[in-house]
């Protein structure tokens, strides 16, 4: 009896749209990938539910930006986000010199030329 309650709840939930915010088709990809096997979960990139925002990704590193990131499309949607942003760290550079979250920016290729 158990089993057949626990089963149709199961049956019953709703897939959870997540929105992955990124508009980087590759990345979009990858986490789709990641999460394929998770029967409830649909992920979506912004532009799939027609939201296009530019979050200012000012943060010192990377972990900053994403939070931003997250935080402005769930202001935006409403919907469970998740975001990641991607930083450069070189072994050789000492904390204060690391490019981190700036070399996307370019401001990276300009510091170190």
Do not use: H
């Not at 626990?6 to 990809?29: S, V």
């Not at 394929?36 to 939201?51: A, S, Y």
């Amino acid at each position: 009896m158990k089993r057949n309650i626990i089963k149709k709840i199961k049956n019953r939930r709703k897939n959870i749209k997540l929105l992955f915010a990124t508009g980087n088709n590759k990345k979009y990809e990858l986490m789709k990938n990641r999460l394929k096997d998770i029967n409830q979960i649909e992920v979506l990139m912004p532009r799939q539910i027609g939201v296009n925002i530019k979050v200012n990704e000012n943060g010192k590193t990377a972990k900053e930006n994403a939070i931003k990131k997250a935080i402005e499309y769930f202001k935006e949607t409403k919907m469970s986000v998740i975001a990641e942003d991607s930083g450069l760290y070189i072994d050789k550079f000492s904390k204060e010199e690391q490019p981190r979250a700036i070399c996307a920016k370019n401001k990276w290729k300009r510091r170190f030329r």
